[in-house]
């Protein structure tokens, strides 16, 4: 199989979909691999390093999506990639469907094959392609919000930890027992903070008051509770996930009045709608706004900051999956994997993603019944 990797083009997006010794996989197993000229340079991996292994370079992006059968990428195609796409052309990369209708439409308009990162499901139910991106989004979050939090970025002037004889922040998690959740808890911990992780399940929520034995207080999410902690919050983490679906907005607006002037959100959730109503989109060159005196963090693309680190965390996950595709072909091999197979959001027209089905009233195809023709 001709294998395609383009340079990303979001915005101060620096991961690149294939390391070199990880394209070196696909190359010892009969694949053909196409890099764009520079598209690793973001994280630190240069042409030569993808030619000693075997790769191919092209000097284009319309030269890779010309000559690939499969298109390994990391963030979801863009406009300006849409009329590239081929019919049949395998897409192996995030899509977060349920955010971005344009999207969704452009997939099933060019027929092309969506397997999407964030709903591949392992043995376990886990989500493991989903899993190392939320634990650097989850560590960058608090890093990031600490931050946002001194006076000159916009906050309120309150150090994370504080420091013998004055209390610590009040750092909130929103969705506390998930990855992206218990990367943040655990961040916030070591910060010393006063942490707070809310959460609808309870068996998780038990787990994180085990081992951290009471240091983090942990809270059964409803409306009222998740209104009284955000107005006592110094820092608001939005970690919330329902996997392929809109992330629920638990802070809405009519919330924000209630919070400190100059707390932080860092609505990590945002590339699947987001955890506060008024967040929106931001990038790494200007990744914050402020709303009703709140600091709002919202960078799509959290782990792009750290491309060497997340890169090689995300070719850990994906490479045995997308091996299998270009070996097998794609319908065999998500036939044989049933969490691979949870992964196919789109085929050929067809919408396989119930909950992105349901979200836009779109007609909804089982993945069974085009997997099988």
């Known amino acids: ?46 042409d030569e390093l993808y030619t000693a292994v075997g790769c191919n370079i092209l000097p284009t992006a319309e030269d890779i999506y010309e000559t690939a059968d499969m298109i390994i990428k990391v963030k979801e195609p863009l406009e300006p ?20 209708k344009a999207l969704t439409e452009a997939v099933l ?16 139910g886990a989500l493991p392609a989903l899993k ?42 929103l969705g506390g027992a998930g990855v992206v959740g218990r990367n943040a808890v655990a961040m916030a911990v070591g910060m ?70 100059g707390a932080v959100i860092v609505d990590v959730a945002i590339d699947q709608g987001g955890t506060c109503q008024s967040s929106h989109v931001t990038y790494h060159d200007n990744p914050v706004f402020e709303e009703e005196g709140v600091i709002h963090y919202c960078v799509g693309n959290m782990p792009g900051a750290v491309p060497v680190t997340s890169t090689a965390a995300l070719n850990n996950a994906t490479l045995a999956n997308g091996l299998a595709i270009a070996n097998k072909g794609y319908k065999e091999a998500l ?8 992964g196919l959001n789109a085929d050929h027209g067809k919408l396989t993603c119930k909950p992105v089905a349901d979200f836009y009233n779109m007609v909804y195809t089982d993945i069974d019944e085009v997997i099988s023709e």
């Open 81 to 100: 990639e849409y009329s590239l796409m081929r019919e049949g052309q395998i897409f192996y990369t995030y899509f977060h469907l349920a955010a971005d």
């Open 132 to 173: 190392p991106m939320s634990e650097i989004a989850g560590r960058l979050s608090v890093q990031e919000g600490a931050k946002y939090l001194e006076r000159p970025f916009g906050g309120r002037g309150v150090l994370l930890g504080g420091v013998t004889g004055v209390l610590p922040a009040n750092v909130l998690v």
């Open 1 to 46: 199989m001709k294998i395609g990797v383009p340079t990303e083009i979001k915005k101060h997006e620096y991961r690149v979909g294939l390391a070199p010794e990880f394209a070196a996989a696909y190359v010892a197993a009969g694949h053909d691999v196409y890099i764009q000229k520079g598209a690793g340079e973001g994280s630190s991996y240069s």
């Open 335 to 342: 036939r044989a994997n049933p969490g691979l197979k949870e």
């Open 109 to 124: 308009d060019k027929k092309i094959v969506a397997i999407a990162y964030e709903t591949i499901r392992d043995r376990n």
């Open 192 to 261: 010393h903070a006063n942490v707070t992780a809310v959460d609808v399940n309870l068996d998780a929520l038990t787990e994180l008051d085990k081992l951290y034995e009471g240091r983090v207080n942990t809270v059964y999410s409803t409306d009222h509770t998740v209104k009284d902690l955000i107005s006592k919050a110094d820092l608001v983490i939005g970690a919330a996930l329902i996997p392929g679906a809109a992330t629920p907005q638990l802070i809405r607006r009519e919330h924000l009045p209630l919070m400190k002037k």
